[in-house]
């Protein structure tokens, strides 16, 4: 079964930070590489970042290039993303994914988490 399972999504004041987590089974880095994505209400899903899989290479939006950091814990299957200088337009729910992270930057993947709410006040 392919399962992700995102956590550490919460409440954070702009200028904080906060540390996501992704569980990840079925399949692992060795298979695909693994990104995560944001989908604000009435807003389309974006690519936020990606690691390849071979763990290598990670890549990350524009918008949040030298706040957020992408990373591996191949042992436990597990991906994190850093979030520091949480800003109030990085409010939304955050997902995890198995992809390709040539096409994360569209927002599209192949296995979905059920996702995590991150809300940042101003």
């Known amino acids: 079964e392919v399962q992700l399972v995102e956590s550490g999504g919460g409440l954070v004041q702009a200028g904080g930070s906060l540390r996501l987590s992704c569980a990840a089974s079925?399949?692992?880095?060795?298979?695909?590489?693994i990104g995560w994505f944001r989908q604000a209400p009435g807003k389309e899903r974006e690519g936020v970042s990606c690691i390849s899989s071979s763990g290598g290479r990670t890549y990350y939006a524009d918008s949040v290039k030298g706040r957020f950091t992408m990373s591996s814990d191949n042992a436990k299957n597990t991906v994190h993303l850093e979030m520091n200088s949480l800003k109030p337009e990085d409010t939304a729910v955050y997902y995890c994914?198995?992809?390709?992270?040539?096409?994360?930057?569209?927002?599209?993947?192949?296995?979905w988490g059920q996702g995590t709410q991150v809300t940042v006040s101003s």
């Open positions: 079925g399949y692992t880095l060795d298979d695909y590489a």
């Open positions: 994914a198995f992809t390709r992270c040539g096409i994360y930057n569209y927002g599209k993947g192949y296995y």
